[in-house]
C-alpha cells in the first residue's frame, strides 16, 4: 500500500504547555478600570488570568512550552519537520516567530512559519497538518500556540480589558495510520464581519505613525455583543457538522471542548449542542482568553483523564470570523 492509500493522520503524542507566573485579578482590574470583580465572574466566568512580565514577545511562551512538551516525550529535535506557530500578537511582522522559536529550541531542521487565524488558529492548524501528513510528505510537527495577548489589552476598556490573558503551548502531532489522532477537521471563514474584533494599527492599512499610536489602535477592540452572538452559532453550528459527518453519537464523545473566551458562550454552546456541562471541559476561570491556546491548555489539563480511543470535539471561534471543530480520538 502507497502512503497516500494508507488512512495517515496526525496523533497527538505530547502537548507541553507553559503559563507566566504572574496573577492578574479581578480585583487588580478593579484598580485599573470601571468595572467590578463581581460582574466580570458573572458575565465572563473568569477569575484571574496570567501575564508576561518578563519583557519578552509571543516566542518565549512558545519557547518554554516546547521545553515542557520535550520534558514530557523526549522528541528528537532532528525527527521533527517543522513547527508552524499560532500567534495573535508575534514578536514580529518577518520573520515569523516560528522561526525565533525553531532557533532558540534547536528544532532547525524543517520549515517554520506562522499562520493568523486568530482564536481559531489551533484548529486551523491541525488542518494544515492533517493535509501535510496526508500527503505523505511529513512525518513529525509541532504547533505552537504563542499567546502574549496582555501586551495588545487596554486595561482601561472594561470591554476587552477583563478578558484575555498569555499562555503558551505546543503540541506533538505524528503521523499515524491507526485512526487514533486528529480524524476530521472542518474549518470555516465569515469575513462578512472581519473588523468585529481587531487590533488595527501597525499594519499597512494604519502604519505606525503618530496618529496611530493610541489604544484605539495598538490594543484589541470589539464588538463583544456581535461576536458572543456569532460565536455561540458558529462554533454549535461546525460542531454539528463534525458530529454528523462522523457519524458520531452524544453518548460516544467523552468531551466537547470549545474555545475558551466567555463561560456564557461556553454554556450557550452545550445547550445549543444538548450536551451536559459534565462533558465541556472549563479552565477560562484561570486563564482568561488565551485566544489560539485555550483549548491545548484545557487538553493539557485534561489529559491524565483520557485513555486511547477516547472520542473528543473541539471547537473554536475568533477574528476573521475564523472558525472550526475537529474530532479527534485520543492516542495516549
Ligand atoms: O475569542 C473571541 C473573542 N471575544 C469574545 O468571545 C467575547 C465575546 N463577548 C463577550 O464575552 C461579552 O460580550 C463581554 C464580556 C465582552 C461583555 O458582556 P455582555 O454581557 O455582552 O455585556 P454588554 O456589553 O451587553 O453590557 C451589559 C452591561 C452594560 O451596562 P448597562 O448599559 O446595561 O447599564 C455595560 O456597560 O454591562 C456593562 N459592562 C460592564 N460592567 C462592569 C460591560 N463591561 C463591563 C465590565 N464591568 N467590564
Not at 54 to 64: H, N, T, V, W
Not at 72 to 80: D, L, S
Not at 245 to 268: D, T, Y
Amino acid at each position: 500500500m502507497s502512503e497516500t492509500e494508507k488512512n495517515i493522520i496526525p496523533s497527538i503524542i505530547g502537548i507541553g504547555a507553559y503559563l507566566p507566573e504572574k496573577r492578574l485579578t479581578n480585583e487588580d482590574l478593579e484598580k485599573l478600570m470601571d468595572t467590578n470583580a463581581q460582574w466580570i465572574i458573572e458575565r465572563t466566568g473568569i477569575l484571574e488570568r496570567r501575564i508576561l512580565t518578563e519583557g519578552k514577545g509571543a516566542s518565549f511562551l512558545g519557547i518554554k512550552a516546547i521545553e515542557h512538551l520535550y520534558s514530557k516525550t523526549g522528541f528528537n529535535a532532528a525527527e521533527i519537520d517543522g513547527i508552524i506557530c499560532c500567534s495573535s500578537n508575534p514578536d514580529y511582522k518577518f520573520p515569523a516567530t516560528a522561526c525565533i522559536i525553531a532557533r532558540e529550541t534547536g528544532i532547525n531542521s524543517g520549515f517554520a512559519f506562522d499562520i493568523t487565524a486568530a482564536c481559531g488558529g489551533f484548529l486551523f492548524a491541525l488542518d494544515i497538518v492533517s493535509a501535510y501528513m496526508k500527503s505523505g510528505k511529513y512525518k513529525q510537527i509541532i504547533v505552537v500556540c504563542a499567546e502574549n495577548l496582555s501586551a495588545i489589552t487596554d486595561f482601561s476598556d472594561r470591554g476587552t480589558g477583563i478578558l484575555f490573558g498569555d499562555a503558551g503551548t505546543a503540541v506533538l502531532l505524528k503521523a499515524m495510520d491507526n485512526n487514533y489522532g486528529v480524524v476530521d477537521v472542518k474549518i470555516k471563514s465569515d469575513p462578512a464581519q472581519a473588523e468585529n474584533i481587531i487590533v488595527k494599527g501597525g499594519g499597512s492599512a494604519f502604519p505606525i505613525s503618530p496618529e496611530t499610536v493610541s489604544n484605539e489602535y495598538t490594543k484589541i477592540r470589539q464588538d463583544g455583543r456581535a461576536v458572543f452572538k456569532s460565536a455561540v452559532n458558529a462554533m454549535a453550528d461546525v460542531t454539528n457538522i463534525i458530529l454528523s459527518r462522523n457519524g458520531l453519537s452524544k453518548e460516544e464523545v467523552k468531551f466537547v471542548i470549545p474555545h475558551q473566551a466567555n463561560l456564557r458562550i461556553i454554556e450557550a454552546v452545550a445547550k445549543l449542542l444538548d450536551f451536559p456541562m459534565e462533558k465541556v471541559p472549563v479552565n477560562i476561570h484561570k486563564y482568561g482568553n488565551t485566544s489560539s491556546a485555550t483549548i491545548p491548555l484545557v487538553l493539557s489539563e485534561l489529559e491524565q483523564h483520557l485513555v486511547p480511543g477516547d472520542k473528543v470535539v473541539i471547537t473554536a471561534f475568533g477574528s476573521g470570523y475564523s472558525y472550526g471543530a475537529a474530532y479527534i480520538q485520543w492516542a495516549y
